[in-house]
């Protein structure tokens, strides 16, 4: 039974879980109940992970191409909390290039992921993550310009792969390219221009070329430096031409969906405040559903009976 109520606990909000239990199975639990139960267990499940307990943390499945990449990915996701306060929620991906499959002409899906969630610093975050990442050896991590994000990669993994991910790169274009251009369309020309030449390994040929823009305005001025400060500091992750020749990702799209799917549909509803301890006893259950890792929960659940 607590296995069930912190199921129906994490895909809805308690008082609909309530009414929900209620009429699927004729008992009565309160809202209130149900919370405590999801805050208890879905708290009990970061002390074990600390200490490295095998049991909670989740695998992927062996690919059978041994050597394919296995992408990790991070981000962040504001809740509201009790303090009246925002809150950065970081979320990691880790996924299986073997995982990623075509579900229409020109969309792919992960269809199997280990999500790691923290309210809380970089610091915590962090190692939590890593906890999860020792038994997988060809690392593809891709990010946004976070510099936490590259400082971690630098210091812990400096033999996998770092890419810079495109689309971050390409908005610091279309940032610059509307303070510099009046036309449209010349502006479009331009975006595009560049954006093939990034696509082909021609980031210098693109530092030149905004270097050599004459700017009418600060504005226009202060946009460019930013672009040109931005790719020269991740030209080492921007061979987007190579990355894609060898079937890799360029793009963070999966870590922005879980962001979405694994913590926004739940935990950023109207209305909703959450305290530290509720939030991250949520996330952890969220992580474990949308992973599809549940049976862990039901063993942890199972185990302290």
């Known amino acids: 039974m607590r296995s069930v109520m912190c199921l129906v606990g994490q895909a809805v909000v308690y008082e609909s879980g309530s009414e929900l239990i209620a009429e699927l199975m004729g008992l009565q639990v309160g809202s209130s109940q149900l919370q405590r139960v999801c805050v208890h267990y879905g708290n009990q499940i ?14 992927l499945s062996e690919p059978k191409e041994k050597a394919t990449a296995t992408y990790v990915m991070m981000d962040g996701s504001m809740i509201f909390t009790t303090a009246h306060e925002w809150k950065e929620l970081k979320l ?5 290039e073997a995982k990623v499959v075509p579900i229409q002409a020109k969309r792919k899906e992960v269809v199997e992921s280990v999500y790691v969630g923290h309210l809380g610093s970089v610091d915590e ?10 038994s997988y050896k060809h690392k593809v991590i891709l990010g946004d310009g976070a510099k936490w994000i590259w400082n971690w990669a630098e210091d812990n ?15 610091k274009l279309v940032l610059f390219a509307r303070q510099h251009f009046k036309v449209d369309e010349q502006r479009q020309q331009w975006i595009k221009q560049q954006t093939d030449c990034l696509l082909d390994n021609g980031l210098g040929k693109v530092l030149d070329r905004l270097r050599a823009c004459r700017c009418r305005t600060p504005e226009a001025k202060l946009t460019r430096q930013k672009a040109v400060d931005y790719f020269s500091e991740h030209e080492d992750r921007m061979q987007y031409k190579t990355y894609r020749e060898k079937g890799w990702m360029i793009g963070s799209g999966p870590i922005e969906a879980a962001n979405r799917s694994v913590i926004q549909q739940r935990m950023k509803l109207s209305g909703q405040k959450w305290s530290i301890s509720g939030a991250q006893a949520m996330t952890n259950l969220r992580c474990y559903k949308q992973g599809g890792h549940w049976q862990k929960i039901e063993q942890l659940i199972d185990a302290a009976a």
């Open 157 to 171: 993994y400096p033999g996998a792969v770092q890419i810079l991910d495109f689309y971050h790169a390409k908005e």
């Open 92 to 96: 990691g991906r880790i996924f299986n």
């Open 46 to 59: 970061d002390p074990l992970i600390e200490a490295n307990c095998e049991a909670v943390i989740p695998q």
């Open 125 to 134: 975050f962090l190692p939590k993550l890593e906890r999860h990442l020792v």
